[in-house]
């Protein structure tokens, strides 16, 4: 299984009071991120995530793509919401746009755009270089 969304990522998107707020349901009330019930979560979303995306997808490449990541993130939302009965309907759009952009990613309708990876990766070797200006006759910029 592969790993879209992190407690990390879902930190970044919703912030920690959020996290707070529908994770630590039960008592006694610890005031913090039940982290047992958000990684479950988060594995049932990698795994929704990895069942739209498998067929069309190479997943290193989609791995560091910050799209795929918001719609993890989303869909493990609506995952901890689930388990405590509690969904809103805020929940329900953000998890249903999610299912809707896995599947036309899938279905090769939407990309996926660049990953983290691709954008922080080092030039190619063999890339074209180009100039501006005439081109030298004599070699070491001599005309």
Same mark, same amino acid.
């Given at each position: 299984?592969?790993?879209?969304?992190?407690?990390?990522?879902?930190?970044?998107?919703?912030?920690?009071?959020?996290?707070v707020e529908i994770t630590d349901t039960e008592v006694p009330y610890t005031g913090e991120i039940n982290e047992s019930k958000l990684q479950a979560a988060? $594995? *049932?979303?990698?795994? /929704?995530?990895?069942?739209? &995306? +498998?067929?069309?997808?190479?997943?290193?490449?989609?791995? !560091?793509?910050?799209?795929?990541?918001?719609?993890?993130?989303?869909?493990?939302?609506?995952?901890?919401?689930?388990?405590?009965?509690? $969904? *809103?309907?805020?929940? /329900?759009?953000?998890?249903? &746009? +999610?299912?809707?952009?896995?599947?036309?990613?899938?279905? !090769?309708?939407?990309?996926?755009?660049?990953?983290?990876?691709?954008?922080?990766?080092?030039?190619?070797?063999?890339?074209?270089?180009?100039? *501006?200006?005439?081109?030298?006759?004599?070699?070491?910029?001599?005309?």
């Amino acid at each position: 299984m592969s790993t879209y969304a992190t407690i990390e990522s879902m930190i970044t998107r919703f912030g920690k009071e959020d996290l707070v707020e529908i994770t630590d349901t039960e008592v006694p009330y610890t005031g913090e991120i039940n982290e047992s019930k958000l990684q479950a979560a988060i $594995v *049932s979303a990698n795994s /929704e995530v990895d069942a739209y &995306l +498998a067929k069309q997808m190479n997943v290193p490449t989609v791995l !560091g793509s910050p799209f795929v990541q918001m719609m993890a993130c989303d869909v493990a939302r609506y995952h901890v919401a689930l388990g405590n009965a509690r $969904v *809103s309907e805020r929940d /329900e759009k953000r998890y249903d &746009l +999610a299912v809707k952009n896995l599947k036309a990613v899938n279905d !090769g309708k939407i990309g996926i755009g660049a990953s983290t990876n691709e954008v922080n990766a080092a030039p190619s070797i063999n890339l074209a270089q180009m100039t *501006s200006g005439r081109p030298s006759v004599f070699g070491n910029g001599l005309y």
